[in-house]
Structures are given as C-alpha cells and as structure tokens.
C-alpha cells in the first residue's frame, strides 16, 4: 500500500510556526490530485483541517495554511497553540491503486 | 445534529468473521460517495475501500481485496462492511467517513467521520 511521507514529529514552542512536508510520486500528488490534511486529536476521531491544497472549512481557524508544489504538499501551523498539539496526516488520491492514501502522520508537540 | 456512529466491532479469532454497520443521522449518505478508513493501534490512517452512490462502483485497498465487502442501503441511510477471513494485522479501529467532492473533477476528501468501532483479531 503506497503511502505519503511525513516527518514523524515536529514541535515549537507556543506562538512558534512549523511546517509539516508531505512527500508523494508521480500517481498521486505529482499527478496533480488534491492533497487534504487532517488533525486528530488524542482519542478521537480524524478532523478534516485542509481540503483541495489550500481551503480551510468552515470554523477551521486561518493559523492553519496548506500548499501544494510537485509532488510535494506542506501544511503549516502559525501561532501555535496548546490545543493545536495532535496528529496530523496529509491524504490524496493514487491513481496506480485507484484508491486513497494517507500520509505517515505526524506527531506536533508545542513545547 | 449530523453525524455517523460505526457499531459491530469486538473480539474475533483469526479466519473469523464482522460485519460493521454505518449509521448516519442529520445527513443523506445516499448523495455522497463513502469509505471506510482503520486506524491499527498507534499506527496511521489506512484506507479500507469505498462505495459509489449508488452502490455500482467499489474499489479496495489491496490488503483487504478478497477478504472484506463493502455495501450500501441508502433506504436506510447505512453503510456496511463485512469482513471474512480475519487476520491479526486486521486489528484496528474502523472509521466510516463521508466522501466530499469539493472540486468538481477532483477525488474526494473526508469531511465526516464517525467515532470509530473496535475490532480485535486474537487467538
């Protein structure tokens, strides 16, 4: 099952900005479908935080910007919080497998 | 209030069989393409396979293919996934999520998921 790579952990300290990289291939990033982030907090489920590279839904705070270049996507953290500590995973679409990936997830800590 | 509530999980015994039940409320899974995504215990996300609307265009990631059957009753607003020939690796979370077209043209993105159900494969 193909994958996405992410960094395992990054951390800052509170009002801080980090990044998070998202490493795709040919079939799917570099292929040009959308990359989507999501933030899933200790024990609980998944939360939609990015759709289609860059657009924040609804309620979804504006420290929260994605972007896309290639074969590669980012999502990037401004004014960290504490509340913003959590995993985070990136997710496109493979068209080698005809099915969805996700990415390795990422562990934020705000220090 | 909108939301989607995953029941069926529980303890199972390799080469046993689930069947994973989707419930929606406050929304209409009938419009929306759905999936089914596991989470094994401190691992990452995995997605499991998804249902066209209409129940006619199914794909599955190649862990499960073979193994595991996704359907729909979009008369009853559910969403299942039965799951034969269980192995230890198939120990996981599962989550039904919504799929969400943002894009027109563009694959879809998980805007909607449930709680999660726990299954467990263990001799």
């Known amino acids: 099952q193909s994958v996405l790579t992410q960094p395992p952990s990054v951390s800052g300290a509170p009002g801080q900005r980090v990044t998070i990289s998202c490493t795709g291939s040919?079939?799917?990033?570099?292929?040009?479908?959308?990359v989507h982030w999501y933030q899933q907090l200790p024990g609980t489920a998944p939360k939609l935080l990015i759709y289609s590279d860059s657009s924040r839904p609804s309620g979804v705070p504006d420290r929260f910007s994605g972007f896309k270049s290639g074969a590669s996507a980012s999502l990037a953290i401004t004014g960290l919080q504490a509340e913003d500590e959590a995993d985070y995973y990136c997710?496109?679409?493979?068209?080698?497998?005809?099915?969805?990936?996700f990415g390795t997830g990422t562990k934020v800590t705000v220090l | 209030q909108v939301q989607l509530v995953e029941s069926g999980g529980g303890s199972v015994k390799p080469g046993g069989s689930l069947r994973l039940s989707c419930a929606a409320s406050g929304l209409t899974l009938s419009q929306y393409y759905m999936s089914w995504i596991r989470q094994a215990p401190g691992k990452g996300l995995e997605w499991v396979s998804y249902?066209?609307?209409?129940?006619?265009?199914?794909r599955y990631a190649d862990s499960v293919k073979g193994r595991f059957t996704i359907s729909r009753d979009n008369a009853h607003n559910s969403l299942y996934l039965q799951m034969n020939s269980l192995r230890a690796d198939d120990t996981a979370v599962y989550y039904c999520?919504?799929?969400?077209?943002?894009?027109?043209?563009?694959?879809?993105?998980?805007?909607?998921w449930g709680r999660g159900t726990v299954v467990t494969v263990s001799s």
């Open positions: 999520a919504r799929g969400r077209q943002f894009i027109s043209g563009q694959k879809r993105a998980f805007d909607i």
């Open positions: 040919s079939s799917d990033i570099g292929a040009g479908y959308d």
């Open positions: 997710q496109s679409y493979d068209s080698s497998l005809s099915g969805y990936v």
């Open positions: 249902v066209s609307t209409s129940g006619g265009y199914i």
